[in-house]
């Protein structure tokens, strides 16, 4: 054989091998679940949104179904109506049998975890409506009590009414009836849509196309950060915060001096209205990061992307791990739990931010990926 | 007698009320931002030019102070002639330097919500603005500093990572109160990022090229030729 020809031959030998592990990475890092687990669960979401739909008449339907490419998609925010106006169907406004529905539908669309941090959120924000958010000394890093179970009790008949408000009824309205459920696009297993249910401190965006799923960008938040229910301490981000401190604490002075910003972020960098967008990353890079500390940071990052059904986020943890070296960490305040510190988690698909706003008692947080925020890698594909 | 400033004086201590009531309901219960002005600036660095997005947020205890600011008629609303020049009051507190050098700020748009939205806290004033920049490749260092009402004020500063592939960020450097940021990055020539395209070019090229010959002498013994189905040859 001429050398030609054999340099040819290996040549594309070599470019193929190259495609192939590219290919193969790519096949591990979207479907460490199985297709077909994810594509069950969002056959289950369309029925139980289907389910949901089936308990409202024709005006109720009108109300909560948008289409795909409204303008709906990016109404979401963490203040308290109606100082941002949602629409969809309000719980204050839901039958008993609607609100069972919902809560059904979010009890199939979030993990366990997931599941009790919307929950725990809600109760908090009715803690705010009652006035009674007395709890245990504020920051304490203790345990966040058992989960609520799934079944919605204690939403679904929860208590109804306007929360306090200012003279003439126009005030904040807080309280676990003001969650809003909307569906932008019709529930399917196969076509696009999005879930939308938030409030007061919560935004839960989880776009759905058949087996794939996003919940970017989506607003975890608290206040009161710690309060009691039923007896027990109640932290809805409490392990976030934790979970943070303890990786800070467990960097050594080099890794610390890399990870913590000499600079204070007195609020979210990319909260609502920043959708896809992405800052120029600081930090410490994960990579510098021993196996246990990284392991730390994806414990971490797991309490935001385990808000959704497993089937989900498993495949999403899979892809932020195989994005290792450009994932960075990054703090700013103080390292004793307890305090109110900033921390940020980013990598080419990810945005985590967790900002006390002036006290621990108050946290907004939020979750993005700047390339599939609403799925929109999905509709490119 | 009903005089108009008797009117005015009324139509204030209502307000005063009003306001009042806001932030003794609002901040008892739910403690966003109140006697703060948060100023969140994101620079994004493009070859051609820097621009500037400021988010303004007053919290609902400065709100009225900032609004005052703004509204020079006393009418309760924000005109666009009084957006215009509190604009350009605030532009004229952020200083934009670019390798040392002093970059004159234009608006290039802005958004602003009703007054009543700023009175409560819960919106923003939005505003852009641009300076043009001839960058050469090579290294470069951009700085800003926003020295608008630091009385009241709370400041963020981030820079966007770069839609342009020929920007590459480097250092970000700020003052503790995030006033001032100082940003260190390379901008690669045209013929560089060119340079890139063609070699993805070359070698898809080559690629192609390699299977199409390797198909030919693969499938040369076993493959019939072409010529040989033609049935007039048969």
Same mark, same amino acid.
């Given at each position: 054989?001429?050398?030609?020809?054999?340099?040819?031959?290996?040549?594309?030998?070599?470019?193929?091998?190259?495609?192939?592990?590219?290919?193969?990475?790519?096949?591990?890092?979207?479907?460490?679940?199985?297709?077909?687990?994810?594509?069950?669960?969002?056959?289950?979401?369309?029925?139980?949104?289907?389910?949901?739909?089936?308990?409202l008449?024709?005006?109720?339907?009108?109300?909560?179904?948008?289409?795909?490419?409204?303008? /709906? %998609? @990016?109404?979401?925010?963490? $203040?308290? #109506?109606?100082?941002?106006? &949602?629409? *969809?169907? +309000?719980?204050?406004?839901?039958?008993?049998? /609607? %609100? @069972?529905?919902?809560?059904? $539908?979010? #009890?199939?669309?979030?993990? &366990?975890? *997931?599941? +009790?941090?919307?929950?725990?959120?809600?109760?908090?924000?009715?803690?705010?409506?009652?006035?009674?958010?007395s709890?245990?000394? &504020?920051?304490?890093?203790?345990g966040?009590?058992?989960?609520?179970?799934?079944?919605?009790?204690?939403?679904?008949?929860?208590?109804?009414?306007?929360? &306090?408000?200012?003279?003439?009824?126009?005030?904040?309205?807080?309280?676990?009836?003001?969650?809003?459920?909307?569906?932008?696009?019709?529930?399917?297993?196969?076509?696009?849509?999005?879930?939308?249910?938030?409030?007061?401190?919560?935004?839960?965006?989880?776009?759905?196309?058949?087996?794939?799923?996003?919940?970017?960008?989506?607003?975890?938040?608290?206040?009161?950060?710690?309060?009691?229910?039923?007896?027990?301490?109640?932290?809805?981000?409490?392990?976030?915060?934790?979970?943070?401190?303890?990786?800070i604490?467990?960097?050594?002075?080099?890794?610390?001096?890399?990870?913590?910003?000499?600079?204070?972020?007195?609020?979210?960098?990319?909260?609502?209205?920043?959708?896809?967008?992405?800052?120029?990353?600081?930090?410490?890079?994960?990579?510098?990061?021993?196996a246990?500390?990284q392991?730390?940071?994806?414990?971490?990052?797991r309490?935001?992307?385990?808000?959704?059904?497993?089937?989900?986020?498993?495949?999403?943890?899979?892809?932020?791990?195989?994005?290792?070296?450009?994932?960075?960490?990054?703090?700013?305040?103080?390292?004793?739990?307890?305090?109110?510190?900033?921390?940020?988690?980013?990598?080419?698909?990810?945005?985590?931010?967790?900002?006390?706003?002036?006290?621990?008692?108050?946290?907004?947080?939020?979750?993005?990926?700047?390339?599939?925020?609403?799925?929109?890698?999905?509709?490119?594909? | 007698?009903?005089?108009?400033?008797s009117?005015?004086?009324?139509?204030?201590?209502?307000?005063?009320?009003?306001?009042?009531?806001?932030?003794?309901?609002?901040?008892?219960?739910?403690?966003?931002?109140?006697?703060?002005?948060?100023?969140?600036?994101?620079?994004?660095?493009?070859?051609?030019?820097?621009?500037?997005?400021?988010?303004?947020?007053?919290?609902?205890?400065?709100?009225?102070?900032?609004?005052?600011?703004?509204?020079?008629?006393?009418?309760?609303?924000?005109?666009?002639?009084?957006?215009?020049?509190?604009?350009?009051?605030?532009?004229?507190?952020?200083?934009?330097?670019s390798?040392?050098?002093?970059?004159?700020?234009?608006?290039?748009?802005?958004?602003?919500?009703?007054?009543?939205?700023?009175?409560?806290?819960?919106?923003?004033?939005?505003?852009?603005?641009?300076a043009?920049?001839?960058?050469?490749?090579?290294?470069?260092?951009?700085?800003?500093?926003?020295?608008?009402?630091?009385?009241?004020?709370?400041?963020?500063?981030?820079?966007?990572?770069?839609?342009?592939?020929?920007?590459?960020?480097?250092?970000?450097?700020?003052?503790?109160?995030?006033?001032?940021?100082?940003?260190?990055?390379?901008?690669?020539?045209?013929?560089?990022?060119?340079?890139?395209?063609?070699?993805?070019?070359?070698?898809?090229?080559?690629?192609l090229?390699?299977?199409?010959?390797?198909?030919?002498?693969?499938?040369?013994?076993?493959?019939?030729?072409?010529?040989?189905?033609?049935?007039r040859?048969?």
């Amino acid at each position: 054989m001429p050398s030609l020809p054999r340099f040819a031959t290996l040549s594309c030998l070599v470019l193929l091998g190259i495609a192939a592990v590219g290919i193969a990475q790519r096949a591990s890092s979207s479907a460490s679940a199985s297709p077909a687990t994810q594509a069950e669960v969002t056959a289950r979401l369309a029925a139980s949104a289907q389910a949901v739909l089936a308990t409202l008449d024709e005006a109720g339907r009108a109300k909560v179904q948008f289409p795909f490419d409204s303008p /709906q %998609k @990016t109404r979401w925010s963490n $203040l308290p #109506s109606p100082m941002f106006q &949602r629409t *969809g169907l +309000r719980l204050a406004d839901a039958t008993a049998a /609607q %609100k @069972t529905a919902v809560m059904a $539908l979010l #009890s199939v669309a979030l993990s &366990r975890d *997931g599941y +009790r941090k919307v929950i725990e959120i809600m109760r908090g924000d009715e803690m705010l409506r009652t006035g009674d958010t007395s709890g245990p000394a &504020r920051g304490a890093p203790n345990g966040g009590g058992a989960p609520p179970d799934r079944s919605g009790a204690g939403i679904a008949g929860g208590a109804r009414g306007r929360g &306090r408000g200012m003279p003439g009824g126009g005030g904040p309205e807080f309280g676990q009836d003001q969650y809003y459920l909307a569906f932008v696009g019709t529930p399917s297993a196969t076509a696009p849509w999005m879930l939308q249910f938030g409030g007061h401190h919560l935004a839960i965006n989880l776009t759905l196309m058949g087996s794939e799923a996003t919940m970017a960008p989506s607003l975890p938040a608290a206040q009161p950060a710690t309060y009691t229910f039923e007896g027990q301490t109640i932290r809805p981000l409490g392990r976030e915060n934790d979970k943070a401190f303890g990786l800070i604490n467990a960097l050594d002075a080099n890794l610390q001096r890399q990870a913590i910003l000499g600079y204070r972020v007195p609020d979210l960098v990319l909260g609502p209205g920043q959708d896809g967008r992405s800052i120029q990353p600081e930090g410490v890079k994960a990579s510098a990061l021993s196996a246990p500390q990284q392991t730390m940071l994806w414990d971490l990052v797991r309490e935001w992307t385990g808000i959704m059904n497993d089937a989900f986020a498993e495949p999403r943890m899979a892809e932020l791990r195989s994005h290792l070296n450009d994932t960075y960490f990054a703090w700013s305040g103080p390292t004793t739990n307890g305090s109110a510190a900033y921390f940020r988690v980013q990598g080419p698909t990810l945005v985590i931010e967790y900002a006390p706003q002036g006290t621990v008692d108050h946290i907004h947080t939020i979750y993005r990926d700047p390339t599939n925020d609403y799925g929109a890698k999905f509709a490119r594909r | 007698m009903t005089t108009e400033r008797s009117l005015r004086a009324g139509r204030t201590a209502t307000l005063a009320l009003a306001v009042l009531a806001t932030v003794s309901v609002v901040t008892d219960v739910s403690a966003h931002r109140r006697d703060e002005y948060l100023q969140a600036a994101r620079i994004s660095i493009e070859p051609s030019r820097i621009e500037v997005e400021l988010d303004l947020t007053p919290g609902i205890a400065v709100a009225e102070s900032i609004i005052a600011g703004i509204d020079s008629d006393r009418d309760g609303a924000l005109s666009p002639n009084e957006m215009h020049d509190y604009v350009a009051q605030v532009l004229k507190a952020v200083d934009l330097r670019s390798d040392g050098q002093s970059l004159r700020l234009e608006a290039i748009g802005w958004d602003v919500p009703d007054a009543a939205a700023l009175r409560r806290g819960d919106d923003s004033i939005r505003l852009r603005a641009a300076a043009p920049l001839r960058l050469t490749s090579g290294s470069h260092q951009v700085s800003f500093r926003n020295s608008y009402r630091p009385d009241i004020s709370v400041y963020m500063a981030n820079t966007l990572a770069p839609d342009s592939d020929r920007i590459a960020v480097g250092a970000q450097r700020r003052d503790p109160e995030q006033r001032e940021l100082v940003v260190d990055y390379t901008v690669r020539s045209e013929a560089f990022a060119s340079s890139s395209a063609w070699k993805c070019a070359s070698i898809a090229g080559l690629l192609l090229v390699t299977i199409l010959w390797l198909l030919r002498v693969w499938c040369r013994p076993a493959c019939p030729r072409f010529d040989r189905l033609d049935p007039r040859r048969a």
